[in-house]
């Protein structure tokens, strides 16, 4: 499996011979195995010249850039070596067509729904009190296939969510993570702070996978395709958030493996430190390397497997053939 580069120094990257390096601010030097590299993400200061630039474009390497509050700033995005005229138009055929959208935004809804009632439900067999958030979540995700709108189904998503989180409370064995309302830019709890850190690190994975596929990144379902420069990875993320990202959260928090000291008051609100961002990055890397066995395939596959598989699965169902059903959790 190719590896994530995290780059936390402030410096430059530049290019020497057939290999990158990226060069702190005191002068060291630390080269990057380019041949062995999905994609870098880099945390800080730092500046870029042409010939790296080149150079990541004939690596097919993207790199994402993330400032100092872990807020993500923008990514470099290779030219396609996958392009496909024929998948932007199916893309974009499904995406004019008001019911064939809505189609695939129900589909993302229920697979996010699915997967968060399959966490509430793993913890309430460990004595977690989560029978009442879990028949509330029940009872709402009927009305996912009954809504005509793009907003009204968001509307039925948002209320899930603030559910789902709730059981945050239950599930999270500390106290100084306890949910009391989502918050972003900037987060103003520990909680919010690294449910915001580990969104936008899988926004970004997704971004690396559907770079290997046909599809464009701009052209989504859920999410309007507007002046926004990515949409799709969205999407796609709304799955896995519960998958990959809770789990990862609650892991680090319950395992006391992150605290308190992992954080730091920053404009008006709360961000992960540096030492916080490694821990989580650490753990979400152990995440997607671990397998499953995949119930379709009989064998076992990585987590960050099951992701190109989904955009694969989404594929299909844009050229008519095979019906697209969500990643669904099986424990």
């Given at each position: 499996?190719?590896?994530?580069?995290?780059?936390?120094?402030?410096?430059?990257?530049?290019?020497?011979d057939?290999?990158?390096?990226f060069?702190?601010?005191?002068?060291?030097?630390k080269?990057?195995?380019?041949?062995?590299?999905?994609?870098i993400?880099v945390?800080?200061?730092?500046?870029?010249?042409?010939?790296?630039?080149n150079?990541?474009?004939?690596?097919?390497?993207?790199?994402?850039?993330?400032?100092?509050?872990?807020y993500?700033?923008?990514?470099?995005?290779?030219?396609k070596?996958?392009?496909?005229?024929?998948?932007?138009?199916r893309?974009?055929?499904?995406?004019?067509?008001?019911k064939k959208r809505?189609?695939?935004?129900?589909?993302?809804i229920?697979?996010?729904?699915?997967?968060?009632?399959k966490?509430?439900?793993?913890?309430?067999?460990r004595?977690?009190?989560?029978e009442?958030?879990?028949?509330?979540?029940?009872?709402?995700?009927?009305?996912?296939?009954?809504?005509?709108?793009?907003?009204?189904?968001m509307?039925?998503?948002?209320q899930?969510?603030?559910?789902?989180?709730?059981?945050?409370?239950?599930?999270?064995s500390?106290?100084?993570?306890?949910?009391t309302?989502?918050?972003?830019?900037?987060?103003q709890?520990?909680?919010?702070?690294?449910?915001?850190?580990s969104?936008?690190?899988?926004?970004?994975?997704?971004?690396s996978?559907?770079y290997?596929?046909?599809?464009?990144?701009?052209?989504?379902?859920?999410?309007?395709?507007n002046f926004?420069?990515?949409?799709?990875?969205?999407?796609?993320a709304?799955?896995?958030?519960?998958?990959?990202?809770?789990?990862?959260?609650?892991?680090l928090?319950?395992?006391?493996?992150?605290s308190?000291?992992?954080?730091d008051?920053?404009?008006?609100?709360?961000?992960?430190?540096?030492?916080?961002?490694?821990?989580?990055?650490?753990?979400?890397?152990?995440?997607?390397?671990?397998?499953?066995?995949?119930?379709?395939?009989?064998?076992?596959?990585?987590?960050?497997r099951?992701i190109?598989?989904?955009?694969?699965?989404?594929e299909?169902h844009?050229?008519?053939?095979?019906?697209?059903?969500p990643?669904v959790?099986?424990?």
């Amino acid at each position: 499996m190719k590896k994530t580069i995290y780059i936390f120094t402030n410096g430059r990257l530049r290019r020497k011979d057939n290999s990158l390096y990226f060069e702190s601010e005191d002068g060291i030097k630390k080269y990057i195995p380019v041949e062995n590299v999905n994609e870098i993400f880099v945390f800080g200061e730092f500046d870029i010249n042409s010939k790296a630039v080149n150079f990541l474009s004939q690596k097919e390497i993207i790199l994402s850039y993330f400032n100092y509050y872990g807020y993500y700033m923008g990514t470099f995005y290779p030219r396609k070596h996958y392009n496909s005229g024929y998948m932007i138009l199916r893309q974009s055929e499904y995406y004019l067509d008001s019911k064939k959208r809505i189609v695939i935004a129900k589909k993302f809804i229920k697979g996010a729904v699915e997967n968060q009632l399959k966490n509430l439900k793993y913890y309430n067999r460990r004595d977690r009190d989560l029978e009442k958030i879990i028949n509330e979540i029940d009872v709402l995700k009927t009305q996912i296939e009954k809504q005509e709108s793009i907003n009204n189904l968001m509307a039925i998503e948002g209320q899930i969510k603030q559910i789902y989180f709730r059981g945050f409370n239950e599930v999270i064995s500390n106290d100084e993570f306890r949910f009391t309302e989502r918050t972003r830019r900037p987060p103003q709890d520990y909680l919010n702070a690294l449910i915001s850190f580990s969104n936008v690190i899988i926004y970004n994975y997704i971004l690396s996978e559907i770079y290997k596929t046909h599809l464009d990144p701009r052209i989504g379902y859920l999410h309007s395709t507007n002046f926004r420069k990515f949409s799709l990875n969205l999407d796609v993320a709304e799955i896995f958030k519960p998958v990959i990202g809770d789990r990862t959260i609650f892991s680090l928090i319950n395992k006391g493996v992150i605290s308190s000291k992992n954080f730091d008051k920053q404009l008006n609100g709360i961000i992960l430190n540096e030492k916080g961002k490694k821990k989580f990055l650490e753990k979400i890397e152990e995440k997607l390397k671990q397998t499953i066995k995949h119930s379709t395939l009989k064998r076992n596959v990585s987590y960050r497997r099951l992701i190109r598989l989904e955009l694969y699965k989404l594929e299909k169902h844009l050229m008519g053939e095979k019906e697209y059903k969500p990643f669904v959790m099986e424990w």
